[in-house]
């Protein structure tokens, strides 16, 4: 499904939820780390360990639910604070290092199969490790274009006579 995906929660991030929806633009909402925001969080940290925190947290996902989202992701939340959430709410909510209480789960792909081995926060389950893998095709690929072996004519296309 097409959608927008909107972080945050505040009112005046509402009244655009509300206005996108009365447009017939469907949103997403995302609360807890807002990626596009990360560095006025403090970086990549959990978000809502705090009490306040988290009932600020819980206030701008039922907010985003009013104001017609149709999910919102939960982002590096303690897992209670997410299940809280998610029970609160009719939307689904879906969950990115939120634990095991949303109603979906979401990992970046790159992230999944291993491609930034340096890469490891704790919510993250890699399910393969195609970092070398991926280096040797990147590599390959690069000495072929500059030896002149790719494209080649099974990978061009030819002119009709």
């Keep these: 499904m097409p959608a927008v995906k909107i972080e945050g929660g505040d009112p005046r991030t509402c009244a655009v ?14 609360v807890g780390l807002t990626p596009q925001s990360v560095h006025a969080l403090g970086g ?25 989202a149709f999910a919102v992701v939960l982002e590096l939340l303690p897992a209670p604070l997410s299940h ?6 009719t939307i689904p909510t879906i ?7 949303c109603d979906g789960q979401v990992l970046v792909l790159y992230d999944a199969l291993g491609l930034n081995p340096a890469f490891r926060p704790r919510f993250l389950k890699r399910y393969a490790e195609l970092h070398q893998a991926a280096r040797e095709g ?22 009709k006579e």
Aim: proline content about 4%; overall charge negative; cysteine-free.
């Design 84 to 89: 809280e959430i998610t029970n609160s709410l």
């Design 138 to 159: 990147v590599e390959r690929y690069l000495r072929e274009v500059r030896e002149g072996a790719y494209p080649d004519a099974e990978h061009s296309f030819s002119v």
């Design 44 to 68: 990549y940290r959990v978000q809502g360990r705090e009490a306040e925190q988290a009932e600020r947290i819980k206030r701008e996902a039922r907010a985003l639910e009013e104001a017609g």
């Design 95 to 101: 969950g990115i290092g939120a634990g095991p209480g």
């Design 17 to 30: 939820v509300e206005a996108l929806v009365t447009a017939g633009i469907p949103v997403m909402g995302h």
